[in-house]
């Protein structure tokens, strides 16, 4: 069987709102669907500027799988074209943290006409660096002068690993009667 960690707080807007552009609370609430709703998603749209845009989501607590095995990060984006500029090639980076420390990281390069999803894959020893499953963030960072962009949508995101191994009694109680 497979553990979800799905987001469950929002611990940094950065300058990502939710779908209508209203606000930068909660954000988790629009990504953290377990089948993916492209009609509720966070945003980013382009601005000038050098500093990097990050958002980045809590996750909710899985047990450790005791494994290095089968850890993924999944985010579900679209971006859009900026307007009369045709579509540029646009990237985000896409960090799993165990608090502040990364654990991995990839490049997103969304496309502009419809939604997908792309998957980040742990190295063994990359989950191997995981010292607590109660603490996994995703961070969406996005560099404002990487591309002209007209807005970077993400409708879901999560972390999915294997189910925690059950426990194996080594010494099983051993009773006798005797009559």
């Known amino acids: 069987m497979t553990q ?50 990050t958002c980045k989501l809590g996750l909710s607590n899985v047990s450790d799988p005791s494994n290095a095995i ?16 045709g579509v540029p090639e646009l990237q985000f980076a896409l960090y799993l943290s165990n608090g502040s420390t990364k654990i991995a990281e990839h490049a997103v390069t969304p496309s502009a006409s419809s939604w997908g999803n792309t998957t980040l894959t742990l190295s063994t020893s990359e989950a191997n660096a995981i010292t607590s499953y109660d603490n996994l963030q995703i961070w969406l960072i996005m560099d404002p ?27 099983p109680a051993f009773l006798l009667f005797i009559d």
């Not at 609370?25 to 382009?46: C, F, P």
């Not at 990487?146 to 294997?162: K, R």
């Open 4 to 53: 979800y960690a799905r987001p469950d707080s929002t611990e940094a807007a950065g300058n990502w709102y939710d779908t209508e552009m209203s606000s930068q609370t909660n954000l988790h609430l629009q990504t953290d669907e377990a089948s993916a709703d492209d009609n509720d998603y966070i945003q980013v749209m382009d601005e000038d500027g050098s500093t990097l845009i």
């Open 145 to 171: 002068d990487g591309a002209d962009f007209g807005g970077l949508f993400v409708s879901q995101v999560y972390f999915e690993c294997d189910d925690a191994a059950a426990a194996v009694t080594t010494n």
């Open 70 to 85: 089968n850890h993924r990060v999944v985010v579900r984006a679209q971006g859009t074209e900026d307007s009369g500029e």
